[in-house]
DNA sequence: GCTTGACCTTAACCTTACTTGAGGTCTTAT
DNA sequence: ATAAGACCTCAAGTAAGGTTAAGGTCAAGC
């Protein structure tokens, strides 16, 4: 094992400790710097070093992530925070209360889709003027630019 | 207005006409020809024409990228029709129901994080060990890559 | 018969989120 | 002291799903 962090001295972590740690491959953290998401110092050699914290910035990322968010949505989020500082319980119960409503809208429409897949299954009424899966579109379509009742977004 | 179809006898439909009725713009039908999702034939002078039933082809296109289902998936259910036919009430159907069955799973998903982020928001436990949306990767990083417990695709 | 708008093709570009490759340096165990 | 393995930078590639541009043709109305 060849990892500097051997030494209980030295808190910090090397590119490859996040990386195992955190589940994230070295050249998306590599890339996660440079997107402006996390930060580093370097060693003498010119090597990144990183303070515990990053682990929970990563973290956050990953649950931003996966909630749907950009990254770039997550820079601003965290370049918002008073001295740009990793977030606190604080900021993290904030942030994720602004992501969980996004999450909520986004499992809103899927499930209104589905509903309407659902009433559409058998009916076979894509082929028919009724159906607002299909409908809205090929009769609406003639006064102009397609409207898309379903999703508004 | 040049539309071609002011003559009533010729029922085909024109590129812009498609992309009129449908909310969908020529370059995106050029692209979906190109992918092989739809077909058109042409006239003397090398211009799509489109049976009318394309409108339902690209209807269910629409619907199924609104449910998360990649152009790919789309052109391969496509080809498993016989003949390679424009899907019918009943294979609409038997489409509908699989790719209903793909959306709730992701609803399902989303609807699981939205629960572990509401049971985070406030706890703080980002920082802690015991919270499930940080703690696996900290924790079991150790033992390789990370594990994705809460997204296990 | 000419202008205008719709259409044609091919190729390049866009965004997001990364990965891969090339060529070179650092660190650490032995 | 050296070899292995971790790390460095920068450029280019990838995937999906298109859009935009360039240069040219076609069709319709006046």
């Keep these: 094992m060849k990892h500097p962090a051997r030494n209980p001295f030295?808190?910090?972590?090397?590119?490859g400790q996040v990386a195992s740690r955190s589940g994230i491959a070295?050249?998306?953290?590599?890339?996660?710097?440079?997107?402006?998401?996390?930060?580093?110092r370097r060693n003498a050699g010119n090597q990144r070093r990183y303070p515990r914290e990053v682990l929970r910035r990563v973290a956050i990322i990953k649950v931003a992530q996966r909630t749907g968010i950009p990254l770039k949505t997550i820079r601003?989020?965290?370049?918002a925070l008073p001295q740009e500082r990793t977030p606190t319980a604080d900021d993290w119960s904030r942030l994720s209360a602004a992501w969980k409503a996004e999450l909520e809208h986004r499992i809103d429409?899927?499930?209104?889709?589905?509903?309407?897949?659902t009433d559409c299954i058998g009916c076979g009424c894509l082929s028919v003027r009724s159906c607002p899966l299909h409908n809205p579109w090929d009769e609406l379509g003639k006064q102009g630019a397609g409207p898309r009742l379903l999703d508004p977004d």
Excluded at 10 to 15: E, G, I, P, Q, T
Excluded at 26 to 40: D, M
Excluded at 76 to 79: D, N, Q, R, V, Y
Excluded at 109 to 117: I, Q
Aim: net charge negative.
């Design 109 to 117: 429409r899927l499930t209104r889709l589905r509903d309407h897949l």
């Design 76 to 79: 601003e989020a965290f370049k």
């Design 10 to 15: 030295a808190d910090d972590l090397s590119v």
């Design 26 to 40: 070295v050249s998306a953290l590599h890339f996660y710097e440079a997107e402006g998401l996390i930060r580093s």
